[in-house]
């Protein structure tokens, strides 16, 4: 096997935008990975598949691939407004909410230009949330509880003050 395992897509590439091989794949696509051969993916961003929201260049994103349906629109069961709302933006959730047919999944393959780039991402989600955790977790917490027991410090420190006066004055 030696080596990494490079990612196999569908989808067809064309001459433009940002192309990368893709290495690590999902644990998902590790299975019919192993034995093809690397292809290259086009990666767009979400800011550049977003311009493409008209009837006459239509793309969407579902489940981080992008496809452009504008050739689509016109005999889609569902109509092409429906699809051009769900451009600009992760429209997995609108897709699979219409309850699409496994063969409406496979024609959308022909769709497919390319990948959706979440590498400018500047922090992953991932890390996002054990950062929000983290800090705002326990310093909020920390911060409470001086708030509410500081008392406690200062009433020692009074309390020893005293003491410590009867004590010099018994003498
Ligand atoms: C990306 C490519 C897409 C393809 C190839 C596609 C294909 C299809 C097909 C073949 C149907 C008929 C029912 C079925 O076979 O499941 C359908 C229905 C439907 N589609 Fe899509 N679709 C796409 C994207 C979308 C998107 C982004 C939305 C956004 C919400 C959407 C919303 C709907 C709705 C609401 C229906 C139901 C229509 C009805 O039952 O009257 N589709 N689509």
Redesign the pocket.
Known sequence: MGGGFYSHHRCSSQTGTKEVLRLAPKESEKQKTVKSMPTLTKLYTMQEASQHNTKDDCW?V?DDKV?D?TS?LDE????DD??L??TGKD?TD??E?????E???E??QS?CIGELDTSSSPVSPELKISTNKETTGYSQKLMDLTKQYWTIPVAIVGISVVVGFLYMYKK
């Open positions: 969407v579902i496809y349906v689509y889609h069961p569902g109509g429906v699809v709302v769900a429209a609108d897709f909410d219409a309850g699409h047919s063969s409406a999944k024609l959308m769709f």
